[in-house]
């Protein structure tokens, strides 16, 4: 039976971490709250959590928006060909690395964890994508995240304990590395792919600062350059801000919530070995 000591404890700990829900969740439902509010309730300030009055002229004026558009269609566009570009490319340098047959391997595997602790920064990156004459383009925004030093580590590890019974009997039936990658080891690898491609997804579409280097034409700027040019703006119409960020959020809050089950497994299963 439990203690009295112990009831006071979880009662006590529930509480403070409700407290922490609470506070974690307030600025998200503040936003909200302003993106449905009319522009009076707005102006009255105050910490709304319910409106007063339910109003769509914020979300109307967003949509229709001709940046704000370009803004979404650029951004979806970079993310989608970004991650799947980062998920192909990741797979196809950790596969050749977790066969222990592979020549020079630990000297290859050194070299890569290399780059994860030294790194040239964004100068030397920059110089690369304007030798490459990229500047001003989507490939600009995803050669740079193609290819990560700690998603190879990881999807190394993972491949590492996929049981080699199954690419010798693969072999054996006349299978090609080729074939047994991507008909035995990515399928076998889905919680790991899902788990890093939502988070390289993440990592893509809030990506800010790299794009503000790189991107010059109004027509190629990502939704999180048009909403920083959007809110230097619009001064005291702040529920139609509140109610592009609000959209902006929603489909990386939706592709979260579908993969955030992965995380969890995918991350687990492969962590980082010897």
């Keep these: 039976m439990r203690s009295r000591g112990e009831m006071i404890f979880d009662r006590c700990n529930i509480a403070f971490l ?10 998200f439902v503040y936003m909200l709250t302003l993106s449905v509010s009319t522009l009076a309730d707005v102006a009255q300030g105050g910490a709304l959590v319910i409106p007063h009055e339910i109003s769509w002229a914020a979300y109307d004026m967003v949509f229709r928006d001709e940046d704000i558009r370009n803004g979404f269609i650029n951004t979806t566009l970079r993310t989608a060909l970004g991650t799947a570009a980062t998920l192909l490319m990741t797979a196809l340098v950790a596969y050749p690395l977790s066969r222990p047959y592979l020549p020079l391997r630990r000297q290859i595997v050194f070299y890569i964890i290399f780059t994860m602790l030294f790194t040239g920064g964004l100068v030397p ?3 690369l994508i304007k030798h490459l004459g990229l500047i001003d383009s989507i490939w600009a925004l995803v050669l740079p995240i193609m290819l990560s030093a700690f998603n190879v580590i990881v999807l190394k590890n993972f491949f590492q304990q996929i049981p080699p019974s199954y690419e010798e009997a693969a072999k054996m039936d006349g299978a090609g590395d ?3 990658l991507f008909r035995i080891y990515l399928p076998l690898s889905k919680p790991a792919l899902t788990a890093y491609g939502v988070i390289t997804a993440l990592s893509a579409w809030n990506m800010y600062l790299w794009p503000l280097i790189v991107i010059q034409s109004k027509e190629l700027r990502p939704l999180t350059l048009v909403i920083a040019q959007f809110s230097s703006q619009m001064n005291a119409e702040l529920h139609i801000l509140m109610a592009c960020v609000t959209l902006s959020l929603l489909p990386i ?5 579908f993969g955030q089950r992965f995380f969890v497994e995918g991350v687990t299963m492969s962590g980082i070995k010897g």
Aim: glycine fraction near 4%; charge should be positive.
């Design 253 to 257: 809050f939706l592709l979260y919530l």
């Design 178 to 180: 080729w074939s047994v």
């Design 18 to 27: 409700a407290l922490v829900g609470l506070s974690a969740i307030y600025p």
């Design 125 to 127: 990156r920059y110089l």
